[in-house]
């Protein structure tokens, strides 16, 4: 007698298989229908999101933020320079990543996809000597970049560069414009 759990077994395989492919039942091992149905799902979604989907990038809400402000005189010093001329200079920890130093002095960096490399709001110019330093930006990078208004030979996502002893007294250009994803223009907050 077919208990309901062999009558779940039996269906999930049958949604599992291509119709033409439904023989006899007897003749197939039963499928584990867990994996069947995510693995069909998967398929079924493919053709739908082929073209629209993008890899996000993921990290611990608790490495979101930098390591806060160093010491007076123990950072790094890192020059903002904005589209209007002005400077901020600021010290920097080792290993925070441009948003990270954006975030921590309020500067004008909006980030707006918190570092998912989705945006390419947090877009900068570096000088070119700590540009030559760096690794070359990966795939993801320059997809965004290609979006990012004013594009230089030297322009980086600033979510994916991290200061360095190298770059003391470096002046890092804020681009006058940025494209942002956010339709009420709004900036994140660091969490
Ligand atoms: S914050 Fe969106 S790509 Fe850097």
Redesign the pocket.
């Known amino acids: 007698m077919a208990t309901p759990l062999r009558s779940f077994l039996v269906g999930a395989a049958r949604l599992a298989v291509p119709r033409s492919s439904h023989s006899s039942i007897a003749s197939r091992p039963i499928l584990r229908p867990r994996t069947s149905l995510v693995q069909t799902a998967h398929r079924w979604a493919q053709p739908a999101f082929a073209n629209a989907a993008r890899s996000f990038h993921s990290s611990p809400a608790a490495l979101h933020g930098g390591k806060g402000r160093p010491k007076p005189g123990e950072g790094v010093t890192l020059h903002f320079k904005r589209a209007n001329g002005e400077v901020t200079t600021v010290e920097a920890n080792v290993g925070d990543d441009i948003?990270d130093v954006s975030w921590e002095y309020d500067l004008d960096i909006e980030?707006?996809?918190?570092?998912?490399?989705?945006?390419?709001?947090?877009h900068v110019i570096l000088e070119e000597d700590v540009y030559d330093k760096l690794e070359e930006p990966d795939d993801d990078e320059n997809d965004?970049l290609d979006l990012a208004f004013g594009l230089t030979d030297t322009s980086r996502?600033?979510?994916?560069v991290k200061v360095t002893k190298d770059m003391d007294g470096t002046t890092i250009t804020l681009p006058s414009a940025t494209r942002n994803l956010r339709v009420d223009g709004s900036k994140p907050t660091p969490h």
């Open positions: 948003v980030a707006a996809c918190e570092k998912s490399v989705a945006c390419s709001t947090c965004m996502l600033g979510c994916q």
